[in-house]
C-alpha cells in the first residue's frame, strides 16, 4: 500500500543539533512537517519518521504494536546520535509518549525533550472493555483534525483499530512507570482545549519526572493537533529557543580550580 501524498517522512541535513520528531496516534508526518521544516531552516539536523501502519489505510496499522513505532524512533535516535553533538527528541500526543520512552531508555544521550499534548493515561471507560472488545470488533470511528484553524489536514486516519489502541494502553503503562527516569530539560505544551487527550495528561508528566528544568506551558487558542493551530508558531519559536538554551548550557565548562597556600 502506497503512503498517501502529504503523509511522506521528513529528514534534512544540518549542523551538530540533531532532532527527532514523532507524530501521533493514527496520525502522520503532516501534523509535524511545518515544525520540522522550521528547525531545519534554523540550521538543525532533522529526522521526522512515517511509524509502522500509518499513512497509508488503517488496516495497515491494525497489526502494529507500541513496540513497531518505538523501534522506529529509537532507530532513527541512534544514526542520529551517530552524527550530531547533541539530540533532542519533541513528539505530538503518542508520539510524546514516544519521546518520553526514549528519554527514558537512552538517558543522558538524550539532551532535551519538548512534548506536546502527550498521552499517558485516558478516563474513558471504554477503555476497560479493549481487552476483549478487540478480538471481535475491528476498528471504531476515528476522531482526526482536531484544529482550531481552519484549512489544516493532519492526514490521519478515520478509523481507530483497536488491536493497535490496546497496544497504546500498553504503552502508557511502562512509559507512566518510568517518568522518573526522565532527568532531562522537558517542556510540555499543552492545549487548554483538547477533545482527544485530557489536558491531566501533561500535568501528569510534570509530576511524574524527575526532570529539574522543567516547564510546563498553556496554548490557549489551539486543540488537540496544536502543531497545526494557532498556537502552532509559538511551539516553534519555544523549542528553537529551547534547543538554543540547553545547548549553550552544555558548552560551559566551570573554570578550573587552584589549591594551595599563600
Not at 540550521?43 to 497509508?56: A, I
Not at 529557543?241 to 560551559?252: L, Y
Request: aromatic residues 6%.
Amino acid at each position: 500500500m502506497s503512503v498517501r501524498a502529504g503523509a511522506e517522512p521528513f529528514s534534512a541535513e544540518g549542523g551538530p543539533v540533531g532532532v527527532l520528531l514523532c507524530h501521533g496516534f493514527t496520525g502522520s508526518p503532516a501534523s509535524m512537517r511545518p515544525w520540522a521544516k522550521a528547525l531545519a531552516a534554523a540550521g538543525h539536523r532533522v529526522e521526522l519518521p512515517l511509524l509502522p501502519g500509518h499513512g497509508t489505510r488503517w488496516q495497515d496499522m491494525q497489526v502494529t504494536r507500541w513496540t513497531d513505532w518505538y523501534a522506529a524512533v529509537e532507530r532513527d535516535l541512534l544514526s542520529l546520535q551517530k552524527r550530531c553533538d547533541h539530540v533532542f527528541v519533541m513528539g505530538l500526543s503518542m508520539g510524546g509518549t514516544l519521546a518520553l520512552r526514549l528519554a527514558e531508555e537512552h538517558g543522558s544521550t538524550v539532551s532535551g525533550v519538548v512534548v506536546v499534548n502527550p498521552s499517558i493515561h485516558s478516563h474513558n471507560r471504554m477503555l476497560h472493555l479493549l481487552p476483549a472488545m478487540r478480538h471481535v470488533v475491528a476498528s471504531f470511528p476515528g476522531v482526526c483534525n482536531d484544529i482550531n484553524r481552519s484549512g489544516e489536514d493532519e492526514l490521519a486516519y478515520d478509523r481507530v483499530p483497536l488491536q493497535a489502541l490496546h497496544s497504546l494502553t500498553a504503552l502508557w503503562r511502562v512509559v507512566t512507570t518510568d517518568l522518573p527516569r526522565i532527568t532531562q530539560p522537558l517542556v510540555v505544551y499543552g492545549s487548554a482545549v483538547d477533545h482527544i487527550v485530557e489536558p491531566s495528561n501533561g500535568r501528569a508528566v510534570i509530576d511524574g519526572v524527575s526532570s529539574e528544568d522543567l516547564l510546563y506551558v498553556q496554548l490557549p487558542n489551539s486543540f488537540h493537533v496544536a502543531t497545526l493551530d494557532n498556537d502552532a508558531a509559538a511551539i516553534i519559536e519555544g523549542s528553537r529557543d529551547f534547543i538554543r538554551r540547553v545547548t549553550d548550557k552544555a558548552s560551559i565548562t566551570p573554570a578550573p580550580t587552584t589549591s594551595g597556600t599563600s
